[in-house]
């Protein structure tokens, strides 16, 4: 029966769709003038790998909905820019150091000349929806752009809201918060987009405004809890990030959250006496004792049964919804990408 | 006969024009959550004022060409939704510390919430062009949209090469470096991309790929160096910068490109030397002396004369490629604008 093989075969696709995406990605990548300030560097982190997730999903919705992969090739690209793009931009906010185990761009090239590239990135990406047109016609290619406009405004408004917890150093925030913060930041560009994305080019008919809205929360929740927690627990040699990063930039993630609510009153008054200080006064032993807190309290535990309640609601989310779809490997996929993303490290 | 009216008409032009899409615009920048770090900033920038002279370019070659004033609204909306979109992220890129007579939104919010702010006012001009299907049909929306992605990429190129002059401190560039520079970073959104856009919507018809190119550049450069010059010499009661920021920058200016190739070469020295430090290592009597130099060269006179020459430039390229367009005030003021331009304080 279709959804009961393990999830062993989610790299495989990622690593077919995902090389196809490459070749097709390359077009809008080609290196052109100005070079140096400009095109070498903004096909610098989509050289640099990626799993490929998000415009995979796109690709896989569309061929479970019936198109053609081609159809779908140029918005799967489109996702994987605007994706890179706001890596960069992110980069920037978080003033970070390390992406996919090199230099950001910002530590290379300064702050200034990065911001620059992810506009240009942003655009190429809007580039690559615009190239729709010619193959899926006028009305679903702007279809298609007025989706990813949602989707983009969703995204910055998601990123406002944890940056202002930065900036304010929220200490009082809840489950809820940190929920309705990622629908916004992750879950849309992430899973719901890809998601709609290949229906509506799988299906050409117009969507309802909820459809896979749902699906794709539980799914892309679970997926941003698991990073967070990857943040902590991953392994250094392949995580491409400093490890407990997070905690030094005082990032509002789920165990933060959590070790501020239940950490015994001292644990609560150190914690709240670190998180007021810039990022650079927060020393190796400082963001060691925090992590140590989380444990302490269970809040890594407490993350990890979060993530795979929301993985097992998406599952049971993605059986109603796609109920009406056949049977298929992509279909398969998409129902199993749920669980693996709780298995990468 | 038309054409030898004084400029004096062109601020009203700019008001009444300016107003219609002041209120046009309201409608995309409502008040809506989350406010305190997204939307109350995205439109801090449009409120404070600014000429209008971008959207008033695309209102008067829409009517110029046949159009209703109504027709050329959303466009004329998206224009100057991403030219404030383009100074929030220049002045991060710039490390600015005032814009339109106030603090920017870096020196108020941080960069890291402006970068964000900037991201949103992108997509709030690519809603407004979204918005024009309805209206005027998808195939001219969908142009509309492509001109617009043409227009952006040029003005990302213009600016990357700016970003690498400062960053690699560059102290041989020349006339036609800059010239090609402003193209880029100025031209195309300034008045090449409005007076296309207009023409598209006015004309509904195709262009060709250079159509409006040339006269777009000479206005557009006239403007440019008009800019940099009221830096210098404009009122300090009027002008919402700082006077001199730009030599306290390091701005590759045409009076400092000109500077560096005629000064003595004690004073070259000493420039070249006072360019090599950092922004704060340029204290005000260095900023002064710099001044100064350019003065004994004869640095901001040349200056107005190339300004002055592609004002010239500009209005005849104008009767010729304006021929086939038949008298009107919207047409008298786009040939007004250009020498009205060099006439700001």
């Not at 911001?115 to 016609?137: P, Q, S």
């Not at 299906?203 to 539980?218: E, Q």
């Not at 959250?257 to 239940?262: A, G, K, R």
Request: with cysteine; charged share 25%; proline share 4%.
């Amino acid at each position: 029966m279709i959804g009961v093989r393990d999830a062993s075969f989610v790299p495989h696709v990622l690593d077919e769709y995902g090389r196809q995406v490459r070749v097709a990605m390359a077009d809008y990548l080609k290196p052109r003038e100005p070079r140096r300030h400009l095109y070498n560097l903004v096909s610098e982190y989509p050289r640099r790998g990626g799993r490929m997730l998000r415009p995979t999903l796109c690709l896989a919705a569309a061929r479970a909905f019936g198109a053609d992969i081609g159809d779908a090739m140029n918005t799967a690209v489109a996702i994987e820019l605007l994706h890179n793009a706001f890596l960069v931009h992110d980069d920037v906010e978080d003033e970070s150091d390390t992406r996919r185990g090199r230099p950001t761009l910002n530590a290379l090239h300064g702050s200034p000349v990065a911001v620059n590239v992810g506009d240009a990135m942003i655009f190429l990406g809007l580039r690559a929806l615009l190239d729709n047109g010619e193959r899926l016609g006028l009305p679903l290619a702007m279809q298609l752009l007025n989706e990813a406009e949602q989707m983009v405004r969703e995204t910055v408004e998601g990123q406002s809201t944890e940056l202002g917890w930065r900036r304010d150093n929220a200490t009082h925030l809840r489950e809820s918060d940190y929920l309705h913060m990622i629908m916004k930041k992750t879950c849309w560009y992430t899973t719901i987009f890809p998601i709609r994305a290949g229906a509506l080019i799988g299906r050409r008919s117009r969507l309802d405004r909820d459809r896979y809205v749902r699906f794709g929360f539980f799914a892309g929740a679970a997926f941003q809890i698991q990073d967070d927690l990857l943040n902590l627990i991953g392994d250094p040699a392949k995580y491409g990030k400093e490890i407990n990063g997070d905690i030094r930039e005082g990032k509002r993630t789920l165990m933060l959250i959590h070790v501020l609510e239940h950490a015994s009153s001292d644990d609560r008054s150190r914690l709240l006496e670190l998180l007021s200080r810039p990022r650079s006064g927060r020393a190796e032993p400082d963001v060691d004792w925090i992590r140590q807190c989380m444990d302490r309290h269970g809040s890594i535990a407490y993350a990890q049964r979060i993530a795979h309640a929301l993985a097992g609601a998406a599952q049971h989310e993605f059986d109603t919804v796609f109920a009406d779809v056949p049977p298929s490997s992509d279909r398969e996929f998409l129902r199993a990408v749920i669980r693996w993303v709780l298995t990468r490290t």
